[in-house]
């Protein structure tokens, strides 16, 4: 599995956009870019995922250049309850392999009024 | 998507019992993984549990630990002879389809052993 490397914080405000990015410089042709969110004494949360370009649902964005090295999460007005621990996951988890979430220490989000 | 529950959600154990851990799928998935997260560390996999065997294990996952799913219904995570360091969050998940990108994980079992 590619490292990825993320912030270990990121404070912000009420209303404001965020953009968490994670770094990737392994990555493979086959891996895809998935982003979960935790609560604390929760499970964590499938956020989204891509493998290139720009991928959008109700809850996030993500942004992925095309040599795919990096990836940002975008929080669109972030609220209080969007504290939490934001994961970046990068892997092929492929037709016969592992299936298993490698989940590293992630960024820890912190929005305040 | 709906997630799985997860029974008990706090557990106390004494070091040296045994414990069970249940999690129950809302939907009939195929694709079963357990997870754990000691206090303040990493989500560490554990196991996957495809077809009723398992179809990966993680270096944590010992002789001391079993799954099963022994009706069907119910996806069970044993520890055989608990020890101080087993106290974690346990989570279960599943997954719909066999990438497994996105898993839907439950709201974790609370193991404490004393």
């Known amino acids: 599995l590619a490292k990825t490397t993320q912030p270990i914080s990121m404070d912000s405000y009420e209303g404001q956009e965020v953009n968490i990015t994670c770094s990737h410089n392994?990555?493979?042709?086959?891996?895809?870019i998935t982003w979960y969110q935790q609560f604390p004494s929760q499970g964590p949360r499938f956020i989204i995922q891509?493998?290139?370009t720009k991928v959008t649902n109700e809850v996030a964005s993500l942004f992925i250049p095309a040599d795919r090295k990096s990836s940002t999460l975008s929080l669109p007005r972030v609220s209080l309850s969007d504290t939490a621990v934001y994961y970046c996951?990068?892997?092929?988890?492929?037709?016969?392999?592992?299936?298993?979430?490698?989940f590293g220490s992630g960024t820890r989000l912190q929005v305040q009024p | 998507e709906p997630e799985v529950t997860q029974t008990p959600s706090h557990q106390v154990t004494q070091m040296g019992q045994e414990v069970i851990l249940r999690c129950v799928p809302i939907s009939n998935h195929l694709y079963f993984y357990w997870y754990r997260q000691i206090l303040g560390q990493k989500v560490e996999f554990l196991v996957s549990?495809?077809?009723?065997?398992?179809?990966?294990k993680s270096e944590i996952f010992d002789d001391q630990f079993s799954v099963e799913r022994p009706d069907g219904s119910n996806f069970t995570l044993k520890i055989r002879s608990t020890k101080l360091e087993d106290s974690a969050m346990y989570f279960c998940a599943r997954a719909q389809d066999r990438a497994g990108y996105e898993q839907y994980f439950g709201p974790g079992t609370r193991l404490t052993v004393t």
């Open positions: 996951l990068v892997g092929d988890l492929g037709e016969t392999g592992r299936r298993a979430l490698t």
């Open positions: 392994n990555i493979a042709t086959n891996d895809y």
């Open positions: 549990f495809y077809n009723n065997e398992i179809s990966e």
């Open positions: 891509g493998y290139k």
